[in-house]
Nanobody, 117 residues
Framework: QVQLVESGGGLVQAGGSLRLSCAYS????????RGWYRQSPGKQRELVAI???????FYADSVKGRFTISRDNAQNTIYLQMNNLKPEDTAVYYC???????????WGQGTQVTVSS
């Protein structure tokens, strides 16, 4: 059974930093793309950052220059380093894994990030 387990969320003051981790397990295949999404109350889930299996990355404009996505293949884990956090970054952050063939999408349970002003 495929599992994605996030950790590292919490409460931080504006300007602070957090590092999220997502551990993938139960797979017999490699994800094509892995990444982070977030959802605030009353808003749709939005892409934050993704990384491909050849280390191409993409960031939402709102986090460029502040967030960095990375992966550790040995640990089958991805990370999201979040610096200079802003109150508008407050959301539940979800880890994602996308497999291209067959097309399958997997999600973690989410971790809360709260940034106080």
């Amino acid at each position: 059974q495929v599992q994605l387990v996030e950790s590292g969320g919490g409460l931080v003051q504006a300007g602070g930093s957090l590092r999220l981790s997502c551990a993938y397990s139960g797979t017999t295949f490699e994800f094509n793309i892995r990444g982070w999404y977030r959802q605030s109350p009353g808003k749709q889930r939005e892409l934050v950052a993704i990384i491909s299996n050849i280390d191409s990355t993409f960031y939402a404009d709102s986090v460029k220059g502040r967030f960095t996505i990375s992966r550790d293949n040995a640990q089958n884990t991805i990370y999201l380093q979040m610096n200079n956090l802003k109150p508008e970054d407050t959301a539940v952050y979800y880890c994602n894994g996308w497999r291209g063939s067959p097309a399958e999408n997997y999600w973690g349970q989410g971790t809360q990030v709260t940034v106080s002003s």
